[in-house]
């Protein structure tokens, strides 16, 4: 291995980390010096849900496809979902089983579920970069740096695919790739889009409080599909 | 916070300017986080009924309407957006026409209905930062003309609809004797001001204007289960036009004026009347903009009339209501306080033939006249375009008779109804059960009198007769669907498409009452209502405006001329019509009794 794959593996993605860890609690500190709002008004709704059943309800949305009808209806794009968020962290994951675990890619079943699952990512990546393109609706509301985190992790997804094997001595080039990526891709999420999933815990914490203090969460079952008669 | 803003003040409007610096002390954490966290998913699109509706502009997508406020946050509040704005998305605002912009999106382009929040799997909450945006702009005066029209009604004289104190204690005692003589019973009346009693009934002053039969209705409810209440000669409206417009001083003023006549009343508990945005800000918003602690308890009715049925104050007998009838969930009761089920389960005690409709309770579309769009007349063609989904979902039922625990939901879909043509009548809860009630013994009508009830509906249908009404609309439809039905009730009616040819007829028919559009080619309609009050030949002839633009009221009352009897605005079912016609002619006493 050479002083610079060795140098991307350690200290530039160490570096990266931090400087992360850095804007991230930036960003916490930020959002929390504004003052929440609160309720005194006295709980409305169901009795059968309060503040605490709505907050575990919303955070646990993410997991219950049928909790929501964007969700509910739309099964291809849920399931888009969650391989391009395993992807993620398959990808991530490889960052840091390359340089301080690299034996657990001697398993032939972890390293072709990391490959197969940041195949995938990637495939679904396209088909996001597409769908963003082609869609209306959704170039209507696209900004640069939407189109440009779409189009760093499906590079990034792509070369991450490749450095599964984590074979230096086959070649360098592709881990040095995917290793700069990572750090870019470290530093620039805090600034962009991607740091989304920070804000998801309170976006959706505070969310759910208030539904759930209001008796609308959790949602009660949809009934079926057209109108249906209780006659008597 | 306060130097992004003021840092880039060159060629900024005022109004531009102030927006920007309220904009920093409206911010909670919640609002930044919902503005901070959307990753433009699109998954939002299909939840809009304005998406739904009008499906080749995405303009009308909630991520792309809330970007319009969420580029400004970023611009000035976020620092990725202050440093990288053509990046993000960030931009600032700098002239008044993009206020305008900005609020033909806030306004005429939003209900405020949240469903869309409730499908954000980011749980971004677009709704309370639409409405805060709406504040905002509400604050520069920036705003439909029906919101300032609306808002000024009900920071002045209490009540949204203008209703004044006179107007609301004749109706409620109407309303009265209506029911001694229904139920045959001297002691059946509204109490007022009553001191100590257990509830107290707030309402909405839609009921004052044109639905007095739901009061009626409650009244009786309310006495056949011996209850104790009263009804607030003043801080009776429980609606809030502050939900609507963002202004939470308007929006603390009213619930605290609501509050404090129930404190001097020492009531024990508020019932507030079938509406759901009313229900919402004062049972749940109110406290919070009042930064007031509620000290006694608050209810809906629904709830109310269902705990005398369970209770066995009341019975019901569910065979006098057998159309099969479907349930409307308001927004703001079920998407924002919980509450859709006891409405099912009161509607099942009183009806025969209940439908749900799909999708439902927190998932249901908006009626599409709420957040206010029953006021703003600019919109209305907007509003009806987007109603089509909810017309599809209404038909989808069968139902002959949609159930709607909200004011604001019966204008809406009375309104989309009769745009598509659906053949639905509209009704609320209090309506059904009070249908459904059985009247017990000592108190039941005698069997004489109940016998005469065919007599006295054909006395009703002709109740209008001897009385002459000038009818005035440019609108040929509109003229003969009141016509007929005046005529189809006794009264003599002539008619004028325009305001000179009323002025005409006026002083040469001398009519008992005038119905006066007020936007007509010519002459228009308040200034017809002007000469008709100037002139001592004519002054006395009752007056009732029927405009499809409400916001025109301010054209009317501002005239120092004596006010018209009555002022509706379009659309007016025939109830209504002939409801406000009777009541302004005082039907009973013949004219010149």
Partial sequence: MSDLLHFSEHTLQEVALVIMACVYTLRITWLLRFKAGKERQAPTGQFRTNRKKGILYSWGNIAMPWAMESTRTKKFFYVQFVIFHLGVVSAIGLSFIIPYAPQLLDSRIVSATLQLSIAAAFVVSLLRVYRRISDKYIRAISSPDDYFSLILLTVWFFFAMLSVPSRPEAGETILLIYFWLTAFFLIYVPFSKISHYLYYPFTRYYFGKTMGYRGVYPLEKQSPPGPVSMKG | MENAVSSSTEERSHKAQKVLERMSKKLNRQMVGSLAACVHCGMCTDSCHYVLSNPDDPTYAPAYKADRIRKLFKRHFDWTG???????????????????????????????????????????????????????????????????????????????????????????????????????????????????????????????????????????????????????????????????????????????????????????????????????????????????????????????????????????????????????????????????????????????????????????????????????????????????????????????????????????????????????????????????????????????????????????????????ILVVDDEPDILTFYSTLLEDNGAQVIQASDGDTALALARSEKPDLITLDLSMPGTDGGEVFESLRKDPELSNIRVCIITGKPELRRLIYDREVQEPEGFLDKPVDDETLLLNVRKILEVGDKPGE
């Fill in chain 2, 82 to 468: 202050r440093v990288l704005p053509w990046w993000v998305g960030a931009k600032s605002i700098y002239t008044d026409e993009e206020l305008e912009e900005l609020k033909d999106i806030v306004f005429g382009k939003c209900t405020n209905c949240r469903r869309c929040s409730i499908n954000c799997p980011m749980g971004v909450d677009f709704a309370t930062f639409n409405r805060m945006a709406r504040g905002l702009l509400v604050s520069v005066g920036v705003m439909p003309e029906g919101v300032a029209v609306v808002s000024k009604d009900q920071w002045e004289i209490g009540n949204q609809m203008g209703v004044l104190k006179e107007e609301y204690i004749d109706t409620l005692e109407w309303m009265s004797e209506e029911l001694s003589d229904e139920l045959n019973d001297p002691s059946a009346v509204i109490p007022i001001d009553k001191m100590d009693a257990d509830i107290v009934y707030s309402i909405n002053p839609r009921e004052v204007k044109y639905d007095p039969r739901t009061i009626a209705d409650a009244a009786k409810i309310f006495y056949l289960a011996g209850e104790n209440w009263t009804m607030p000669s003043e801080g009776w409206d429980m609606t809030n036009f502050g939900l609507f417009s963002g202004d939470d001083d308007l929006g603390g003023a009213v619930a605290l004026r609501l509050y404090e006549k129930v404190s001097e009343l020492r009531g024990k508990k508020l019932v507030i009347s079938e509406c759901g945005h009313g229900y919402r800000s004062t049972k749940c918003e109110g406290p919070n903009w009042a930064a007031h602690t509620v000290p006694f308890e608050m209810e809906s009715s629904v709830l109310t009339m269902l705990r005398y049925i369970k209770e066995g104050r009341i019975k019901v007998d569910k065979s006098k209501n057998k159309e099969p009838v479907t349930f409307h969930d308001s927004c703001n009761n079920a998407r924002s306080c919980g509450l859709f089920e006891e409405p099912r389960e009161l509607l099942k005690l009183v009806v025969e033939d209940f439908r749900e409709m799909y999708p439902n309770r927190s998932e249901n579309y908006c009626c599409t006249g709420g957040g206010g769009a029953m006021s703003m007349s600019e919109y209305t063609p907007r509003r009806l375009k987007s109603a089509k989904v909810k017309a599809d979902q209404l038909s989808a039922t069968g139902a002959k008779v949609v159930v709607t625990s909200c004011h604001n939901c019966v204008d809406g879909l009375t309104d989309l109804i009769r745009h598509y043509k659906l053949g639905m009548g509209v009704s609320q809860l209090v309506n059904l059960v009070a249908n459904a009630i059985v009247v017990p013994e000592q108190v039941a009508v005698p069997e004489a009198v109940e016998t005469e009830v065919p007599k006295e509906a054909v006395a009703e249908e002709r109740a209008l007769e001897n009385y002459k």
